[in-house]
């Protein structure tokens, strides 16, 4: 399978505790993305990488949160004194940038986390 | 916050034409239409875009109205597989790269 991998697919955590979680994109995609998703809500946009940059970041990505790209390739995002509101899917994806007018973002299976 | 508007949910009889419309009424000229689909418990897939001129491939046609003001997906002979959320968003390239997304439609196709 050549997609877009996160792991782990399931977190559970208690409040306060931190966490990581780790996403593989496609291999010649040069872009990644994070997304937030709630129940009932589309994905809400946090950060966004090219290559090991980080480009964009939300203001929903507060200081607890942190993300990293350190060799282009893979990506973490760390969630530190984990809230109860922290509970969510969070969603990774990649895209290539050749096409200038073209943002086929290609999503990841996404971590559900929940904390208690 | 999303620049469109969709229905939040909508049926289609297997076999049939599913149309999914969307309101985009302050779209800008720079400013494309996108649309992608989440299945159940998988991260979203895109499924078409279009700037102007209506846009078809393999999985679905997008119908963009004149003054680009609203548009229509179509899925030709919808399946029980395509029961998924739908998403109408609009980006621009203006070198931000994050996509906004609403609540989208949910589609069910029934038998």
């Known amino acids: 399978d050549t997609g877009v991998s996160q792991n782990p697919r399931h977190k559970i955590t208690k409040r306060g505790q931190n966490v990581t979680f780790r996403c593989d994109p496609i291999s010649e995609h040069n872009r990644l993305y994070w997304y937030r998703q709630t129940l009932g809500q589309g994905p809400e946009f946090l950060t966004y990488f090219q290559n090991e940059a980080q480009l964009e970041k939300s203001r929903l990505l507060s200081d607890r949160f942190s993300a990293e790209r350190p060799k282009g390739s893979f990506s973490t995002l760390e969630i530190q004194r984990t809230e109860q509101g922290d509970s969510a899917m969070y969603l990774c994806a990649s895209s290539f940038r050749g096409r200038a007018a073209y943002n086929e973002q290609f999503f990841g299976p996404g971590t559900r986390l929940t904390v208690l | 916050d999303a620049k469109t508007t969709q229905p939040p949910s909508m049926d289609c009889a297997e076999g049939r034409a599913a149309n999914l419309p969307c309101n985009h009424s302050t779209i800008s000229g720079n400013e494309y239409v996108y649309w992608y689909r989440q299945i159940h418990s998988q991260g979203p897939q895109y499924i078409i875009h279009g700037l102007k001129n209506n846009e078809t491939n393999e999985m679905a046609s997008l119908i963009i109205t004149e003054d680009r003001k609203s548009s229509t997906l179509i899925l030709p002979h919808a399946t029980l597989r395509d029961t998924a959320v739908y998403y109408c968003?609009?980006?621009?390239?203006?070198?931000?790269?994050?996509?906004?997304f609403g609540t989208g439609t949910r589609l069910l196709v029934s038998p």
């Open positions: 968003i609009v980006w621009e390239n203006t070198g931000f790269q994050k996509l906004v």
